[in-house]
């Protein structure tokens, strides 16, 4: 029997899995070959359409006349809607991670707006805070702007990451640090890739001595057949690169319907300052859709895939992304070791991934907590926790490694927050996908603290395989922090009021000591606006950015008015017995007004609020003011502050 044109052509390339590129021959074989069967996909589901009675189908065939052209016509519209040195609340201890905020020796570089600034912070016995400089890095000399995110120090080098959504290039600005904290710019790098904005991770990372970026490029005709590059933006010539060879790249495991090379880059910190951008690539080709992942030991890429089945089945609209093909997607996880004797390796899991908090590497283990939907798409579905040893990667498409399945959790719709703690993996509800269960319209957009209509469980599910335990703390987890000697929560309880928790471990259980806070709330949820320290009676002390409840502001627009206020930074103590709120450092009193121009470029995407420690020093970043403050077991004390221009 004749094959159909789709699985013809998937048979091709699924015949050369896991292959080496090589030569720019077998990239536009790929290519055309990709090409080919999104087109046979899309044929054979319009058929199918048009078999069931779909007459908008039967006319995209031309079967039968058209007379409503202008109606048919959709158009769409792309947009971009040394340990002592480490303050940020980063997700592996070994692994520090971009921020607007980074140290360097006594220094503190703080990224806002567009502007650079340099604090020197003294010493423990001269402690201080002054401002050293300010750089206005948004603006380049060519008047071309750029959305600076992140950055990264290492010691007398740092790295500032933005993106030039005019060129559609990510750009590195490499600095040196004198002894004396200033900056002096060395190289400006662009990498030709589309935007690497995460709602939640962030794009930069240090590993060992080298910079440590994730980053994707479409490998269809409408990237107009680019290839990964980058350029020295300060040499006159602006001559483009490859970022990486053909013979690093492997061809994908699993055929992908929307092709994009996966690359992981590693710059070493000190060769970032010449004419050349001295970074090693690899990469594979997978399906766009991808979460990363990295451990002191690899980089784990988990990208999704169409088991053969699913993609040829005529039924399936490949472009529908709404509600994730009701579980019919898997997940293939490449590990990129740093080790260099060892190579890169694959695995097979059940079930999708939903962000980098989904994956932990312990005692030569992956841990992955993959969620498979339910057969309608306001069902949760199932968690799937699955292991595999890291030296079980393999690299035979034809004896692939299969993750093992360590527990099967029943999931609520609204069990959105996972995390993996020491204790094991805790799942918990979150407060956004409780009130998007509410249907009285008035109720959602106009009230306030809108009541939660229910209260699902908290579960703690070990890694053993052990069944989940349930944990009641009477309130949502959006977010989950390990903490010294316990587990931080924070979320809502039922009536909407802030609420938090530390979970602290007794005998083989997890014992909630929970806190209702009045009068005030959190403003920011991303991890790296929490922070903790141990103090030193054993004391630990944790916060996050809050301000008072705005009663006049609805729930639904709430996210969009934060963005680029000022918070106050509250802290709470733990003693391993009692947990209670210390103080609440005010923000409120700068005089430094905003130095943006556009009304947009006052929203601080990746927030504009943190809280650290080192020395036995208690430091606030909110907006334009770097407050420091003491504790002295019972109150925060202000202790001196600099307004950042």
């Given at each position: 029997m004749q094959r159909a044109?789709?699985?013809?052509?998937?048979?091709?390339?699924?015949?050369?899995?896991?292959?080496?590129?090589?030569?720019?021959g077998a990239l536009e074989q790929f290519r055309a070959r990709s090409t080919a069967l999104r087109e046979a996909l899309r044929q054979q589901h319009l058929e199918h359409l048009c078999r069931t009675g779909d007459l908008h189908s039967c006319r995209r065939l031309g079967l039968i006349p058209d007379d409503r052209r202008s109606l048919d016509r959709i158009e769409v519209v792309g947009s971009r809607i040394s340990a002592a040195d480490v303050i940020t609340n980063n997700q592996e201890s070994g692994v520090d991670e971009g921020d607007i905020v980074k140290k360097s020796g006594r220094f503190l570089f703080v990224l806002r707006q567009g502007w650079l600034h340099v604090v020197d912070t003294g010493t423990p016995a001269s402690p201080a805070l002054a401002l050293v400089q300010s750089l206005q890095v948004a603006t380049d000399p060519t008047g071309e702007t750029v959305w600076y995110d992140e950055i990264l120090a290492f010691g007398d080098r740092l790295v500032l990451i933005g993106y030039n959504f005019e060129k559609g290039v990510a750009e590195l600005?490499?600095?040196?640090?004198?002894?004396?904290?200033?900056?002096?710019?060395?190289?400006?790098?662009?990498?030709?890739?589309?935007?690497?904005?995460?709602?939640?991770?962030?794009?930069g990372r240090i590993e060992g001595e080298?910079?440590?970026?994730?980053?994707?490029?479409?490998?269809?005709?409408?990237?107009?057949n680019r290839w990964p590059a980058w350029s020295n933006r300060d040499d006159g010539a602006g001559v483009w690169q490859p970022l990486v060879d053909l013979e690093a790249v492997h061809l994908p495991v699993a055929v992908p319907v929307n092709p994009v090379i996966h690359m992981v880059v590693r710059c070493p910190f000190r060769q970032l300052r010449g004419e050349s951008l001295a970074c090693a690539t690899t990469g594979v080709v997978g399906e766009r859709g991808s979460i990363s992942y990295v451990s002191p030991s690899a980089v784990y890429l988990a990208v999704e895939y169409w088991p053969p089945s699913a993609l040829l089945d005529p039924e399936v609209d490949h472009l529908d992304w709404r509600n994730r093909h009701k579980g019919l997607r898997s997940t293939i996880i490449y590990r990129f070791p740093f080790a260099?004797?060892?190579?890169?390796?694959?695995?097979?899991?059940?079930?999708?991934?939903?962000?980098?908090?989904?994956?932990?590497?312990?005692?030569?283990?992956?841990?992955?907590?993959?969620?498979?939907?339910?057969?309608?798409?306001?069902?949760?579905?199932?968690?799937?926790?699955?292991?595999?040893?890291?030296?079980?990667?393999?690299?035979?498409?034809d004896a692939a490694a299969h993750a093992r399945i360590d527990a099967r959790v029943s999931l609520d719709p609204s069990h959105l927050t996972f995390r993996f703690t020491d204790h094991g993996l805790l799942i918990g509800p979150h407060s956004g996908a409780l009130l998007d269960e509410l249907t009285e319209f008035d109720?959602?957009?106009?009230?306030?603290?809108?009541?939660?209509?229910?209260?699902?469980?908290?579960?703690?599910?070990?890694?053993?395989?052990?069944?989940?335990?349930?944990?009641?703390?009477?309130?949502?987890?959006?977010?989950?922090?390990?903490?010294?000697?316990?587990?931080?929560?924070?979320?809502?309880?039922?009536?909407?009021?802030?609420?938090?928790?530390?979970?602290?471990?007794?005998?083989?259980?997890?014992?909630?000591?929970?806190?209702?806070?009045?009068?005030?709330?959190?403003?920011?949820g991303r991890s790296h606006a929490f922070n903790h320290t141990r103090w030193h009676d054993g004391t630990a002390l944790l916060g996050w950015p809050v301000s008072p409840p705005d009663d006049a502001v609805p729930w639904s627009e709430l996210h969009w008015r934060r963005l680029g206020q000022v918070s106050d930074l509250a802290l709470f103590r733990w003693d391993g017995h009692s947990f209670g709120l210390a103080d609440v450092i005010d923000m409120q009193h700068s005089r430094t007004p905003p130095k943006c121009k556009d009304p947009w470029g006052c929203e601080d995407w990746?927030?504009?609020?943190?809280?650290?420690?080192?020395?036995?020093?208690?430091?606030?970043?909110?907006?334009?003011?770097?407050?420091?403050?003491s504790w002295d077991g019972s109150r925060v004390t202000p202790l001196r502050s600099v307004d950042l221009p």
């Amino acid at each position: 029997m004749q094959r159909a044109p789709a699985e013809a052509v998937h048979a091709q390339l699924a015949s050369s899995a896991f292959d080496i590129i090589g030569n720019a021959g077998a990239l536009e074989q790929f290519r055309a070959r990709s090409t080919a069967l999104r087109e046979a996909l899309r044929q054979q589901h319009l058929e199918h359409l048009c078999r069931t009675g779909d007459l908008h189908s039967c006319r995209r065939l031309g079967l039968i006349p058209d007379d409503r052209r202008s109606l048919d016509r959709i158009e769409v519209v792309g947009s971009r809607i040394s340990a002592a040195d480490v303050i940020t609340n980063n997700q592996e201890s070994g692994v520090d991670e971009g921020d607007i905020v980074k140290k360097s020796g006594r220094f503190l570089f703080v990224l806002r707006q567009g502007w650079l600034h340099v604090v020197d912070t003294g010493t423990p016995a001269s402690p201080a805070l002054a401002l050293v400089q300010s750089l206005q890095v948004a603006t380049d000399p060519t008047g071309e702007t750029v959305w600076y995110d992140e950055i990264l120090a290492f010691g007398d080098r740092l790295v500032l990451i933005g993106y030039n959504f005019e060129k559609g290039v990510a750009e590195l600005l490499s600095y040196a640090i004198d002894h004396s904290g200033r900056l002096q710019r060395e190289a400006r790098y662009w990498i030709r890739v589309p935007d690497y904005y995460s709602a939640s991770n962030y794009l930069g990372r240090i590993e060992g001595e080298n910079l440590l970026m994730v980053l994707t490029m479409p490998l269809d005709d409408q990237a107009g057949n680019r290839w990964p590059a980058w350029s020295n933006r300060d040499d006159g010539a602006g001559v483009w690169q490859p970022l990486v060879d053909l013979e690093a790249v492997h061809l994908p495991v699993a055929v992908p319907v929307n092709p994009v090379i996966h690359m992981v880059v590693r710059c070493p910190f000190r060769q970032l300052r010449g004419e050349s951008l001295a970074c090693a690539t690899t990469g594979v080709v997978g399906e766009r859709g991808s979460i990363s992942y990295v451990s002191p030991s690899a980089v784990y890429l988990a990208v999704e895939y169409w088991p053969p089945s699913a993609l040829l089945d005529p039924e399936v609209d490949h472009l529908d992304w709404r509600n994730r093909h009701k579980g019919l997607r898997s997940t293939i996880i490449y590990r990129f070791p740093f080790a260099a004797e060892e190579g890169i390796g694959f695995a097979l899991f059940e079930g999708l991934a939903g962000s980098q908090f989904t994956f932990v590497e312990r005692n030569s283990q992956l841990h992955a907590a993959l969620t498979k939907p339910g057969p309608e798409s306001s069902e949760a579905g199932v968690l799937l926790l699955q292991s595999i040893a890291t030296g079980a990667f393999g690299s035979d498409p034809d004896a692939a490694a299969h993750a093992r399945i360590d527990a099967r959790v029943s999931l609520d719709p609204s069990h959105l927050t996972f995390r993996f703690t020491d204790h094991g993996l805790l799942i918990g509800p979150h407060s956004g996908a409780l009130l998007d269960e509410l249907t009285e319209f008035d109720a959602f957009h106009k009230s306030r603290h809108p009541p939660l209509p229910r209260m699902p469980p908290l579960l703690l599910q070990r890694l053993d395989g052990a069944p989940a335990r349930i944990i009641e703390t009477g309130h949502t987890a959006d977010q989950v922090e390990s903490v010294y000697g316990g587990v931080a929560l924070s979320g809502r309880d039922q009536t909407g009021r802030w609420t938090v928790s530390i979970l602290a471990p007794r005998a083989s259980a997890l014992v909630p000591h929970t806190l209702t806070v009045p009068g005030i709330e959190q403003t920011e949820g991303r991890s790296h606006a929490f922070n903790h320290t141990r103090w030193h009676d054993g004391t630990a002390l944790l916060g996050w950015p809050v301000s008072p409840p705005d009663d006049a502001v609805p729930w639904s627009e709430l996210h969009w008015r934060r963005l680029g206020q000022v918070s106050d930074l509250a802290l709470f103590r733990w003693d391993g017995h009692s947990f209670g709120l210390a103080d609440v450092i005010d923000m409120q009193h700068s005089r430094t007004p905003p130095k943006c121009k556009d009304p947009w470029g006052c929203e601080d995407w990746y927030g504009n609020a943190r809280l650290f420690f080192f020395d036995s020093r208690i430091f606030a970043l909110s907006g334009p003011r770097l407050v420091e403050a003491s504790w002295d077991g019972s109150r925060v004390t202000p202790l001196r502050s600099v307004d950042l221009p």
